[in-house]
T-cell receptor
Framework: DQQVKQNSPSLSVQEGRISILNCDYTNSMFDYFLWYKKYPAEGPTFLIS?????DKNEDGRFTVFLNKSAKHLSLHIVPSQPGDSAVYFCAAIESGTYKYIFGTGTRLKVLA | KAGVTQTPRYLIKTRGQQVTLSCSPISGHRSVSWYQQTPGQGLQFLFE???????NKGNFPGRFSGRQFSNSRSEMNVSTLELGDSALYLCASSLELRPTEKLFFGSGTQLSVL
């Protein structure tokens, strides 16, 4: 039972264009969401987060959008750079238990 | 400040054996959690420890166990290894587990079961 789903296993984008990574969740008890980036042979690193009381959070080239009614969040990267090529995981934190649930990941390739 | 350290980096075992993986969190971090990464499955939560107590557990069989020591270092043990246990095992630490607290991951231990 995958409570956090990233339905696109991979995505290719031209350098300078927008990358949009999507994530859907099923558990209404999730109240905090995060995105992590993972390079090969390294552990994931935190990228950006959003509380369930907000619908948007921005940090430089990265913006996360949350649509609670649709149980959907997305990560926008503008402009995309070759160094952004990595696997991106969305994660949700369950209220009360503080249990982190990760998605299956999306491999982003930014083409120069 | 040193990051999260996991040892060993690579491990090859055969079916039926057992294995112990080690994780040293960032100094001062009291929460340590473990994840299994396999292709197509993402990061599956194994368990989380805080001040030597297991606070959360994922949906893994009892062959997977862990513990945390008084210095916050943690070990994970897998007994009676199966081929399907081949995966990257990641450890993460945080100061304490609050909803807004981000995780700091180690580079992982790549376990291959033959």
């Amino acid at each position: 039972d995958q409570q956090v789903k990233q339905n696109s296993p991979s995505l290719s984008v031209q350098e300078g264009r927008i990358s949009i990574l999507n994530c859907d969740y099923t558990n209404s008890m999730f109240d905090y969401f995060l995105w992590y980036k993972k390079y090969p042979a390294e552990g994931p690193t935190f990228l950006i987060s959003i509380s369930s009381i907000k619908d948007k959070n921005e940090d430089g080239r990265f913006t996360v959008f949350l649509n609670k009614s649709a149980k959907h969040l997305s990560l926008h990267i503008v402009p995309s750079q070759p160094g952004d090529s990595a696997v991106y995981f969305c994660a949700a934190i369950e209220s009360g238990t503080y249990k982190y649930i990760f998605g299956t990941g999306t491999r982003l390739k930014v083409l120069a | 400040k040193a990051g999260v350290t996991q040892t060993p980096r690579y491990l090859i075992k055969t079916r039926g054996q057992q294995v112990t993986l080690s994780c040293s969190p960032i100094s001062g971090h009291r929460s340590v959690s473990w994840y299994q990464q396999t292709p197509g499955q993402g990061l599956q939560f194994l368990f989380e420890y805080f001040s030597e107590t297991q606070r959360n557990k994922g949906n893994f069989p009892g062959r997977f166990s862990g513990r945390q020591f008084s210095n916050s270092r943690s070990e994970m043990n897998v007994s009676t290894l199966e081929l399907g246990d081949s995966a990257l095992y990641l450890c993460a630490s945080s100061l304490e587990l609050r909803p807004t607290e981000k995780l700091f991951f180690g580079s992982g231990t790549q376990l291959s079961v033959l």
